[in-house]
């Protein structure tokens, strides 16, 4: 699975981006694609999660409402609509990639753990000036 990641740049604070990944390859109904943002010095964060096979959605608390991620299966595309953005969602945007998720004792899939991600596409550097 190659994963490539696109769309990033620079906007003001309270505007749009859209990016996008690329996925090639066969991803199963059972497999997540996860989108991760890191700033210079920090660790990698989780931002949102999609699943292939029913497009569960999934999304940290800070872009909950600003941020919608979507699929579109027929063209292995993923994208992440981020709306109202702000100085600190400024960032280098990964998309990745887990085949087969891991379960917690509550079956919450493990989409959102950096270290378990199985495949990663190049960043894609998001700018928000205020």
């Known amino acids: 699975v190659q994963l490539q990641a696109s769309g990033g740049g620079l906007v003001q604070a309270g505007g749009s981006l859209r990016l996008s990944c690329a996925a090639s390859?066969?991803?199963?109904?059972?497999?997540?694609i996860s989108w991760f943002r890191q700033e210079p010095g920090k660790e990698r964060e989780f931002v949102a999660a999609?699943?292939?096979?029913?497009?569960?959605?999934y999304y940290t608390e800070s872009v909950r409402g600003r941020f919608t991620i979507s699929r579109d299966n027929a063209k292995n595309m993923v994208y992440l609509q981020m709306n109202g953005l702000k100085p600190g969602d400024t960032a280098v945007y990964y998309c990745?990639?887990?085949?087969?998720?891991?379960?917690?004792?509550?079956?919450?899939?493990?989409?959102?753990?950096?270290?378990?991600?199985?495949?990663w596409g190049k960043g894609t550097q998001v700018t928000v000036s205020s």
């Open positions: 990745a990639a887990v085949l087969n998720p891991g379960q917690d004792y509550y079956g919450d899939y493990y989409y959102d753990d950096p270290k378990g991600m199985d495949y």
């Open positions: 999609i699943r292939r096979g029913d497009s569960s959605t």
């Open positions: 390859g066969r991803l199963k109904s059972g497999s997540f």
